[in-house]
C-alpha cells in the first residue's frame, strides 16, 4: 500500500508503557503523598488513576484522556452487582470524576435484588410472544412493509422492559475498570457512552450481549433481516474515550444456535464496540474481539459527522470475527500492531476485515494477517470506491503484501491509495511485526492488567 510519511518507531515494551502513565493524575487527585516515581520497569503504583499516556492514538489529543483519575474518595466505588453498577454511574449529567472498580462478573439480566431475569419476564405482562409475532408479520401475508399493530406494540414494550434494566449510561470522567484476579466484566449488559467526554474503560469481558425482541424489517436487503439493539459498548457523540485491555464476544451463545424465520437468522447480537453520531478522538488498543460478526462500526451513516470520528486502533487481536475490524465511514483512522486470524472459529467466517467507504480516511500499518490455506488475500478488505486505505508493512502469512493492491486487483470499486492525513499519535508503534502474533497472545484483553 501506498506509504503516508516517515517518521521513528516508538516501540516500547507493554511494562515500559505502564511505566509512562502520568502520575501528576494521581498529584492531582490528591494521592500524591502516596505515589512512588515509576521507573522503566517498574509497576504501576495505582492501576486504577492510570491515564492514557501521551501520543497514544487520537485519544490522546487536546487535554488527553483522563477519565476519573482525579475521583475523591467519595466518588471511588467497587461494585459487584448491576444494582451496585447503576447506583455508582448517577446521572449522566454529573461530571464528578468517578472510578468504578468492577469486581467479578455482573450479570445486568438481574433485578434491583439480584434476581435472574430471563426474556420470559420482560414479555410478561405486555402481550408479546414470538409465536404471535411470526404469524402476525410472515412476509408471504403481511407482505414487505414495516410491521405495525398490537404485536409491533407489544414487542416494543417488552424491549424496552429490558432496555430499562441492561443499559448502562455511563457519565463524563469516568474510569470503568476490572479489578485484577477476578473475572471482572459484564454480561448481557450494553454501555452507552453518549455525548459525554473523557471515559476510561479497561480490563473487562464483555459477553452475552443480547436482545431479547429482534424486530423484523422485511425492507433491509432484499430478503429482510431480523435486527437487534445493543451493542457491548456504544460510543455516540462521545469525546476522548480511551477502551483498553478489554475482551468482546458473543459467547456462550455463539450465531450459528440461533433459529432461522422468514428465511433469516434470527439475530440477538448486533455490535461489539461501535464508534458513531460524530464521536471522536477514541484510542482503542490491546483489546480481543472474538465470536461475533459485525464488530465494530465507526460513523453510524454516510453523512454522519464530517470532522470527527478520529480513531485509533492498535495492538488488538481480531479472532473469529466476520466482519467490520472495523467498517469505517467518513473519519480519520489509524491501524497499526494489530493481528487479524481470519480462520473459522466455532462457525464465525471471515467476509473481509477492513471496510474504507463513505470517503473514510484508514491508514493501516504494520499489522498482521493469519489466514487459511486457499483464503484470498483480496477478500481482506472492503469498499464502496470512495474510502481510502494507505499505509506499509502489512504482513499476511508472514509476508509483507500490499493489501489494496490485491483488493483493486480483484474489484472494480476501488480503494483510493492516498489520505488527506499524517499520523502523528503513535505511542507504542512497532515495525518489526515478525513476534506480533505471539506477544499479544499474553499482553491483551481483560485479565492481563495486574
Known amino acids: 500500500m501506498a506509504s503516508v510519511s516517515s517518521r521513528p518507531s516508538h516501540r516500547r515494551s507493554l511494562r515500559k508503557r505502564r511505566a509512562l502513565v502520568v502520575t501528576a493524575a494521581a498529584v492531582a487527585a490528591g494521592v500524591g503523598a502516596g505515589v512512588l516515581v ?18 497514544d492514538g487520537w485519544a490522546a489529543s487536546g487535554s488527553g484522556t483522563t477519565g476519573g483519575s482525579k475521583a475523591d474518595a467519595a466518588h471511588t466505588f467497587t461494585v459487584s452487582t448491576r444494582a451496585q453498577l447503576v447506583k455508582a454511574l448517577g446521572a449522566q449529567t454529573d461530571t464528578t470524576p468517578r472510578i468504578i472498580k468492577i469486581k467479578g462478573t455482573i450479570d445486568a439480566n438481574t433485578d434491583d435484588a439480584g434476581k435472574k431475569l430471563t426474556c420470559a419476564d420482560y414479555a410478561s405482562g405486555t402481550g408479546y410472544s414470538l409465536s404471535a409475532y411470526l404469524k402476525a408479520f410472515d412476509p408471504s401475508t403481511y407482505g414487505k412493509k414495516a ?9 416494543k414494550a417488552a424491549a424496552d422492559k429490558q432496555k430499562k434494566n441492561i443499559v448502562f449510561r455511563v457519565p463524563s470522567n469516568t474510569t470503568l475498570i476490572g479489578v485484577p484476579g477476578t473475572k471482572a466484566g459484564i454480561t448481557g449488559g450494553s454501555l452507552q457512552v453518549q455525548n459525554v467526554k473523557n471515559v476510561i474503560i479497561r480490563n473487562l469481558t464483555f459477553a452475552a450481549t443480547e436482545d431479547c425482541f429482534p424486530q423484523w424489517d422485511p425492507t433491509d436487503g432484499s430478503s429482510g433481516e431480523w435486527n437487534s439493539a445493543y451493542d457491548s459498548v456504544t460510543l455516540r457523540g462521545a469525546t476522548n474515550v480511551w477502551a483498553d485491555h478489554n475482551t468482546f464476544t458473543d459467547e456462550p451463545t455463539f450465531d450459528t444456535s440461533l433459529k432461522t424465520y422468514f428465511g433469516r437468522k434470527y439475530q440477538i447480537h448486533d455490535g461489539a464496540l461501535d464508534i458513531t453520531n460524530g464521536s471522536d478522538l477514541v484510542t482503542v488498543e490491546r483489546n480481543v ?26 495492538h488488538n487481536v481480531w479472532k473469529g470475527i466476520v466482519q467490520r475490524a472495523p467498517l469505517a465511514r467518513i473519519g480519520q483512522i ?6 487479524y486470524d481470519t480462520t473459522p472459529l466455532n462457525g464465525y467466517e471471515s467476509k473481509y476485515s477492513i471496510d474504507s467507504r463513505a470517503k473514510a480516511q484508514v491508514v493501516a500499518e504494520h499489522n498482521v494477517w493469519r489466514i487459511p490455506v486457499g483464503a ?7 469498499g464502496d470506491g470512495t474510502g481510502s486505505l494507505a499505509g506499509t508493512g502489512n504482513v499476511v502469512n508472514g509476508t509483507a503484501t500490499d493489501l489494496v493492491a490485491a483488493y483493486n486487483a480483484a474489484n472494480s470499486k476501488k480503494l483510493k491509495t492516498t489520505v488527506n492525513w499524517t499520523p502523528t499519535l503513535t505511542a507504542g508503534l512497532e515495525t518489526s511485526v515478525k513476534n506480533l502474533l505471539t506477544d499479544l497472545t499474553t499482553t491483551t484483553g481483560a485479565g492481563t492488567l495486574s
Open 147 to 155: 410491521p405495525s399493530g398490537a404485536q409491533e406494540t407489544a414487542r
Open 334 to 339: 489509524h491501524l497499526y500492531n494489530n493481528v
Open 376 to 382: 484470498k488475500t483480496a477478500k481482506l478488505l472492503s
Open 38 to 55: 515509576m521507573n522503566a520497569g517498574a509497576a504501576p503504583t495505582d492501576l486504577y488513576r492510570q491515564v492514557l499516556p501521551a501520543k
Open 289 to 314: 474481539f472474538s465470536h461475533h460478526d459485525k464488530t465494530m462500526l465507526i460513523g453510524s451513516s454516510d453523512t454522519d459527522s464530517t470532522g470527527k470520528l478520529r480513531v485509533t486502533l492498535h
